[in-house]
């Protein structure tokens, strides 16, 4: 299904409350299952959190994940501990080509019996759960955060804790963080040394039963594009949000003084605002700590006429699509010209917006929101526009709700 999008004009002032944090959520899913006793309030209604939900609780022995990376990754690591289980986790199409062998090697290091089921490397993978035994395995440091989470995780429910050597430089130190913060708040001891990370076991009772999941910042992106794309003294204001976020995306605040996009905190509300009109012809940015929100700058700065180079990418290319390709497809329609690499993007924007122009969304629920606020310059379409879901269910109707006008 395609939607079309209007030319619109957004109202002044506007406040939307977004859903809980999926990379939260998703963590903290885990730790539930791990620890039953935690009680979790605002959990993300995303459909991958629905997913991982539906997985740690249902009692077959087939587990589709579908696009669901997040899940995939976490689950790998849980079910390998869980004792007494055998599984066969699988996903889409595309999830059996997203490479896995970076965190099945660790497990299985740790003692872990997963073996692949199609292709070597890939899901679909069987998991017979056991005792994991051993404590101290090393991987390189520039793979997805999410393989490095998803062991640090089950560390507490490991019989010797773990600990866990990263090799050369880190990526995505945030998200790691984030799930070290996450432990600790419920009485997890670790350390953090250099490149070595050190998660002690769990036996006694939890530090903290209830934990609240704060709104997620790759959704707020959107709507910090729409206001640098909107009229000077344009507000827009965001709930539940905090100045202490563990999520890495909320570097955003700083990111967007470059489009004039003024950041403010009144409790668990972010405000932002329009403040004046970007300067510079030509920005770089460097997201190795934030690359999921690479597409929305990517196309912020296209819809303000202005050339950007960002790098830092590197993961990207194993997302729900190969983002970095997907991104240069697309700019390009609008007239742009784009040059990427294994990490980086290079944005020379046209003299004039291209109007009408179709968004494939690659099953990639990023490239349709990304591309959303282009309607604030020109009509669009995005096809497949309920992708959004996998992360932000609610993505139309909060844009319809500021002024966007569209027609399905």
Partial sequence: MTIKLHKSVIK????????????????????????????????????????????????TDTIDVHHAGTAMRFLTAYFAGKENSEVVLTGSQRMKERPIAVLVDALNALDADIKYLENEGCPPLVIKGKRLQKHEVSLNANVSSQYISALLLIA???????????????TSR??????????????????????????????????????????DWSSASYFFSIVALSAIGTKIALSS?????????????????????????????????????????????????????????????????????????????IKETDRLVALKNELEKFGSQVEISNDSLQLHVPVRLESNVTIYTYNDHRMAMAFAPLALKTELFI??????????????????????TFSK
């Fill in 156 to 170: 507490p429910r490991l019989k010797h804790g773990l600990r866990l050597n990263l090799i050369g430089d880190i």
């Fill in 241 to 317: 949000y905090f100045n202490d976020s563990l999520q890495g995306d909320s570097v955003l605040t700083e990111l967007y003084s470059n489009f004039g996009v003024k950041t403010s905190f009144n409790e668990s509300i972010v405000e932002l605002e329009k403040v004046s009109n970007p300067v510079n012809e030509s920005l770089e940015f460097h997201l190795n700590n934030a690359p999921d929100i690479a597409q929305t700058i990517a196309v912020t700065c296209l819809g303000l006429g202005i050339n950007c180079f960002i790098d830092g990418l590197h993961t990207l290319k």
């Fill in 383 to 404: 096809k497949d526009y309920m992708v959004v879901s996998k992360s932000y269910p609610d993505f139309w109707e909060d844009l319809k709700a500021i002024g966007f």
């Fill in 174 to 215: 945030p998200y790691i963080e984030m799930t070290l913060r996450l432990l600790e708040r419920i009485g997890v001891t670790s350390e953090f040394i250099g490149n070595t990370i050190t998660v002690q076991p769990k036996t006694d009772a939890l530090k903290t039963k209830t934990l609240t999941v704060e709104s």
């Fill in 12 to 59: 002044p002032q506007s406040e939307i409350t977004v859903t809980g944090s999926k990379s939260e959520s998703n963590r903290l899913l885990l730790l539930q299952a791990l620890f039953p006793e935690l009680t979790i309030s605002n959990l993300s209604n995303s459909d991958d959190s629905k997913v991982m939900g539906t997985a740690l609780t249902q009692s």
